[in-house]
């Protein structure tokens, strides 16, 4: 199964076991172009979690030092392939697409490591799902009634899922 989706709809399809070897090759080039600069990578979102229908992207978290210090890793990241897009700089994290706008492939960000949202809540949300059956078959289960009412509307389908996501990060023990 190959990975791509137009940017701004919705897709499910089921999980494919090859998104963590995509993900692993991704890994090996990113860490290649910039070493130690970056702290950890990881393969987040639904993608990253077996057994868990998803929207055919890679979403990647890469953990820096600093957020205000990233002018080499814009650069480095275009020669990659991705697109840096300044308007999609948040508080805890920059936003970097790749692939054509027809067929984006995956999502990263640039994270700060200390980052409660960005950071560790997605791994949090990643984890627990991974080792809790019953929520991920309620995600699945969401996913697919939101899928249905909300294909050409990402921003409000990701919207939706918030209630279930604020639900499995309440369980986070700090």
Known sequence: MSLGLKRGTVRLVPHDDNWSTLFEKEKKLLLNKFGDRILAIEHIG??????????PILDINVAIEDLNDIGDFITGLQELGYEYI???RYADR???PKGHPENR??????VEIG???AWKNQLFFRD?????EEERKQYA????VLVQEFADQREEYTERKGDFIAYILGKRKF
């Not at 639904?46 to 929207?55: D, E, Q, R, W, Y």
């Not at 492939?105 to 640039?110: A, E, I, P, R, S």
Request: overall charge negative; cysteine-free; charged content about 20%.
């Open 86 to 88: 300044p308007e999609r």
């Open 115 to 117: 980052s409660e949202t």
């Open 46 to 55: 639904s993608t990253a979690i077996p057994g868990l229908p998803a929207k």
């Open 105 to 110: 492939t995956h999502h990263l960000n640039l």
């Open 94 to 96: 920059q936003f970097f």
């Open 128 to 132: 627990y799902l991974i080792e809790h």
């Open 141 to 144: 289960e969401l996913k697919s």
